[in-house]
């Protein structure tokens, strides 16, 4: 495998786990804004 080949590789699974990471992100707010149960417990933990 080149060396350009494989920056190539390690850059798309880079962007991708960052997409990922960000896609939990933004699902984690979604839902704590959504469940009073998810709100309860963050209050209950996280003073």
Not at 16 to 31: D, N, R
């Amino acid at each position: 495998m080149s060396d350009k080949k494989f920056i190539r590789i390690l850059i798309v699974i880079a962007v991708a786990g960052t997409l990922l990471t960000a896609a939990h992100m933004a699902y984690i707010a979604y839902a704590y804004n959504n469940s009073s149960i998810i709100q309860f417990v963050a209050r209950e933990y996280w003073p």
